[in-house]
Structure formats: C-alpha cells, structure tokens
C-alpha cells in the first residue's frame, strides 16, 4: 500500500513540493497574460473588460517567478561554489537567450518579409538584443542576469534575515510605494532617491521569496496577507477600468510588477500555495508524473508559447476578442508548447538551448 507513495517521492519532494507546483501554475500564467494581450488596446467593450479581468488575476506569474529564484539560488553556496554557479547561469539562460532571441528575430523578419544582409549589422543585431522589439516577451531574461549578477553578495546574507528584511523593506518604500504615492499626488520624484541594494528593483523579489520561504507565518498573518493581495488586485482593476475609460485608452498607472498592489498579489499567492500540503496529491504517481514534466519543460514553454499564439490561435480561428480565445485558447496554447518542447527536449543537444 505504500510502494506509490515511495515511487513518487524522488520526482517531486514533499519539502520543496510547493516550489514545484508554483512554477507550474506561474508558467500557465504567464501564457494567460500573453493570450489575452488585448488589454494593451483600450476598446469599449466586453472582450476589453475580460483581458482586463485576466491581467489583474495572472500579473502575480512573473514576480513569483522570481522570488522562486530566490529559493533555489540564495543557499547554492551549500551546493558549489561562485564559479560552477556563473557557469551554470550561463548554461541556462544566456546561452537559451541569444539562442531564442536570434531565432525569434529570424522567424519576425520571415513574417515581416525583411531578411536581408542589412538586418545582420553588428549594430542592428546590438539593438535586437538589448530592445528585444520584435520578441518583448523576452525582456524577463535582462531582468534576471542582474539578480544573478548579485546572487554572490547575497547569498552570503543568507543567514542574516534582519539585514535581508531590511534591503526588502527600504526597497519597497524607496523603489515601489513612495514613487507611486507621488505620482498619483501629482508630485515630483526623483530617480536617484533609490536604494543602491535594489537599484534594479527586481532584486527584491528573490530576497523576498527566500525570506517568505523560510518564515513560519501564523495563521492570523496569512490571512492579513490574503486579504492584501486579493485588495491589491481589486484596487488594480478599478484604477485601470476607470481610468482607462476617463483616458479613452489602457491607463497603465498600476502596469508595474514593483507596483505595491502587484507585490501584494504575488506574495499572498506564494504564501498560499505554500501553505497548502500537496504531499496527498503528489503521492499520485500521475500527478508528481504531471509536475515533473512542467516543471522541467517550463522555460521551454515560456520560449516557445508566444510562437505557438501568433502562428496557432489564427489558424484555429482564436481571434483575440473572441471568449473562447481568452479562456480555452491559453490552455491549448501551453499544452501545445508542453508538447512541442517535451519533443524538442528529446532531440540531442536540445536541452543546450532549453534547459531544464
């Protein structure tokens, strides 16, 4: 009666399980967000109100993305040491970055009928990957070289909280809740008033991830976390509703994942799904089957689905106002970018450019 439970513990631990399944659940996310990019062009309509509906329930996907970073790396100096760790990053995400990001180019000059010697200058090939304008999906990878950049300095405060609650605490009130106050008062802010620890502003939310992952929280506590994220979210949709409707187009004030009222949503998520003993369900050897495979498969999916949108949808008739476009087609397209990077992965020498 035990053997199941026993098979499907070295896929998926129980101690880190949740780890897993945030990752999952933030990569189907993160193709939601991009199914339903309607939202950027403000149209009185239904079709508007519900992309606008889905952008505030899955903008949580990128920030929880990196604070599980934050999880995995901030003790990798009880793994290997900084150079294996540089290696690595190198390994499995600037090498799958220029890759995608020259094939991406490639594929948006074929569509756009612009191949030519010109396309390739050393200049324009600069610009390609420091704008990433024809793939602006990509931008989280030059959000994320930064904090790996940092990861050897803060990782040697792994064990000092109070000093990592404080970076996290003066790079909200600096980076994300004084600049907003300001601008919604009409006042002036100054740049330079940053924290110098956060400058790249994402750099919290992997400190903030390890310190939520290894905080016992009370009961009391997460409920007072809840209740913030699902405030956050609210105050987000009516900010941009009526703003956006006052404007005549999207009012992007709270379009900002270091937005206090994004911030909020993100770690009432990440804290509820730690929470949450998933040990029941990942006994099923299906299910710890099912997690594994995302998991491994999720930067793959995260490289390939915006692919999967622009050449899938409209073969299939998933116009972007169409409902059943922005509710099923996000689900055919991550099951299809599982798919097609499951394949992919079992090519030799595929994993180079879509690590797991």
């Not at 300001?182 to 330079?192: R, S």
């Not at 007072?224 to 992007?252: D, K």
């Not at 899938?312 to 106002?321: A, D, K, S, V, W």
């Amino acid at each position: 009666m035990t053997s199941a439970p026993q098979a499907a513990a070295p896929v998926v631990r129980r101690r880190t399980a949740y780890i897993d399944i945030l990752t999952c659940i933030a990569t189907f996310a993160v193709v939601w967000l991009h199914s339903n990019s309607l939202v950027h062009g403000f149209s009185d309509s239904p079709a508007w109100t519900r992309a606008l509906v889905v952008e505030v329930i899955a903008y949580w996907a990128v920030p929880v993305f990196l604070m599980v970073s934050g999880v995995n790396l901030m003790r990798y100096r009880e793994r290997y040491d900084t150079r294996t760790f540089l290696v690595k990053r190198v390994q499995r995400a600037l090498i799958p970055f220029l890759f995608w990001v020259l094939l991406s180019y490639v594929w948006w000059l074929w569509r756009t009928d612009s191949l030519g010697w010109a396309a390739f200058s050393p200049r324009r090939l600069w610009e390609v990957f420091m704008l990433l304008e024809h793939m602006p999906t990509y931008w989280f990878f030059l959000a994320l070289f930064p904090i790996y950049l940092a990861m050897p300095v803060l990782s040697l405060l792994r064990d000092q909280r109070r000093i990592l609650w404080y970076i996290v605490g003066m790079g909200l009130a600096l980076g994300s809740v004084m600049p907003l106050f300001a601008k919604i008062l009409g006042l002036p802010w100054n740049g330079l008033l940053t924290f110098p620890l956060t400058a790249g502003l994402y750099v919290v939310f992997p400190i903030l991830g390890y310190l939520l992952a290894n905080t016992e929280l009370s009961r009391r506590a997460r409920i007072w976390i809840y209740l913030g994220g699902i405030a956050g979210a609210a105050i987000r949709f009516a900010v941009t509703y009526i703003g956006s409707y006052e404007r005549g187009e999207t009012y992007r004030l709270l379009f900002d994942y270091n937005s206090i009222v994004s911030i909020a949503l993100a770690v009432a998520v990440f804290v509820a799904v730690k929470s949450v003993d998933w040990g029941p369900l990942l006994e099923r050897r299906w299910a710890a089957a099912t997690v594994r495979q995302i998991t491994a498969c999720s930067l793959g999916i995260y490289l390939t689905h915006y692919f999967v949108i622009e050449e899938l949808l409209p073969r299939i008739g998933f116009t972007p106002e169409r409902l059943v476009t922005q509710t099923l087609g996000a689900v055919i397209v991550f099951v299809a970018s599982l798919a097609i990077v499951s394949v992919l992965r079992l090519v030799p020498g595929a994993k180079k450019v879509i690590p797991g």
